[in-house]
């Protein structure tokens, strides 16, 4: 049985159809990702996952409970991870994670041991004894993590788990994340609009207004974009590219200077090129698909557009501050 099952999810706001038909299943000990740019829906999805939030239509089950009927059932299931943290900054990261031992009723002698097992798996042990309200931003989200799976959920829902945090902290948490499946037998559900971050997903539901567009993993949807591709700088563009199409009647795009060939697998096709145009190649550059690529194939738009429109408005909003 797969341990989460969504059948025809859907959410409305008034008219705003958040969350449209949605239906897939997650397999135990997956890392799975729900991509898509800002609104796309992935909050309010995980949010009903978590009880936090009921559908307008539709079921959900984790672990076999049903997240309408079983919600306190699901909730031993399960450890949250979300966008806002919900961290009391006034106490230590040790008397954090002791409180939420308390509230899930963890018995009393194995509580210490969790504690300063989860603190050891997050490399915050050294640090337990510090208030929060010292720690950064990232030692902040592990501690989360830890706190999330003091329990022993069978999932661990993460919504934007890297959002705000630098790049190196960024790495360092994947590193936690992708380790979590194996070392504390639970099965990953996390949203992200990182394209590079979905890639440590075994599976990927793409989403974009609120319907899945795509699901697979992120080799399988990388193969929609048509393989890799291929750029030849010559020293006669024009009849390298007649002989590309006449020989290996493939279709070239040219731009600014170069050929653009797009072959199932440039690791073999470049080799080929090579031996047919000769001493005519300038230079070659191979250039694997990206899952930008394939949200760019499937909607005609890039998820980063969305993200820089939304860095614009943020700029936009900073000028008209600062002209009051
Ligand atoms: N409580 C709410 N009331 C009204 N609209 C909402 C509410 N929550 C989310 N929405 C809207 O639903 C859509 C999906 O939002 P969300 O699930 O947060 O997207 P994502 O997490 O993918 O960025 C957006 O258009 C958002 O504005
Ligand atoms: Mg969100």
Redesign the pocket.
Known sequence: MPIIQVERLT?T??T?V??NDISFDVEEGMIFG?L????????????ILCTL?SPTSGRTLIAGFDCMREPAKVRKSIGIVFQDTTLDKDLTAYENLVFHAYLYSLPKAERRERVDAVLRFVDLYDRKDDLVRKFSGGMKRRLEVARGLLHRPRVLFL??PTLGLDPQSRSNLWEFITELPKKHNVTIFM?T?YMEEAEVCDRIAI?DH?KIIAMDSPEELKKMVGGDVVSITTTDNARARHDIEHLFRMNVAEKENALYVTCSRGDTCIPELIRTLGERVLSVRIQRPTLNDVFLKLTGKTIRDEEVSGNDSIRASIRAHRRR
Do not use: M, Q, W, Y
């Open positions: 959410k706001f008034g705003l958040a969350v729900f898509g740019p800002n609104g796309a829906g992935k909050t309010t999805t995980i949010s939030l919504d934007e949203t609009h989403i609120g």
